[in-house]
Each structure stands twice: as C-alpha cells, then as structure tokens.
Nanobody
Framework: QVQLVESGGGLVQEKGSLKLSCLAS????????MGWFRRAPGNEREFVAA????????LYRESVKGRFTISRDNAKKTAYLEMDNLQPGDTARYYC????????????????WGAGTLVTVSS
C-alpha cells in the first residue's frame, strides 16, 4: 500500500503562510488523485483541496479559495499545500490523502491517509 507522510505543519500568525508537503512511498507511482483534509478539535473532518494526476481537475472548499494552493510533483512523489493568509479558523490537523480513482467531484473519503500534521494559527 501507499504510505503518505506529511511535514511542514507548525505555529503561524494569522495572515501568515505555511507550506505542507506530503511524500508518497511504498509503490512505484503515487495515487492518481491527491488531496488534503483537515480536522479541528470538536469538528468533523472536512475536505480542503484535491487534484488529479496532471491538474486537469482541481477542487477547493469555498473557505480556502484564493488562499490555498494544491500542487504536486509526480516525479518526486510529493504533494503540497501552500497556505496563505491563514486564519484562526484554519487551525486543524491536516491530512494528506490519495486515491487511485479519478476526481470528478468533492470526495467524501480517500483510500490512503497520512497521520497528519498540526497547523496552529494564532490571533
């Protein structure tokens, strides 16, 4: 199975920026679709962003549009989430996710999950 390992989380002030990375390993190619979910304490897990193999389809939740950018480097087997103009509401554990299926709509779940990395935005 594919293993996903996130890095780059930490503490940042509001309006600041942070870039998360996700390294995929365990098989020759990374999943066709890569995405990011997040979960804050007391809240349900929610979708953040996803993109397919070459970026033909890229999806974001409304609250992060214009602030977050998902990208990937398939040769490096790495996905990224650039987060700009961070807000306290973005505080959550962020999970890198993947799936071998195509991306047609906002996914409810993914086949592969990382352990997550914590992002804390201070006010």
């Amino acid at each position: 199975q594919v293993q996903l390992v996130e890095s780059g989380g930490g503490l940042v002030q509001e309006k600041g920026s942070l870039k998360l990375s996700c390294l995929a390993s365990g098989r020759r190619s990374m999943p066709y679709t890569m995405g990011w979910f997040r979960r804050a304490p007391g809240n349900e897990r929610e979708f953040v962003a996803a993109m397919d193999w070459r970026g033909g389809t890229i999806l974001y939740r409304e609250s992060v549009k214009g602030r977050f950018t998902i990208s990937r480097d398939n040769a490096k087997k790495t996905a990224y989430l650039e987060m700009d103009n961070l807000q306290p509401g973005d505080t959550a554990r962020y999970y890198c996710t993947g799936d071998d299926g195509s991306l047609f709509s906002v996914p409810n779940d993914m086949a592969f999950w990382g352990a997550g990395t914590l992002v804390t935005v201070s006010s």
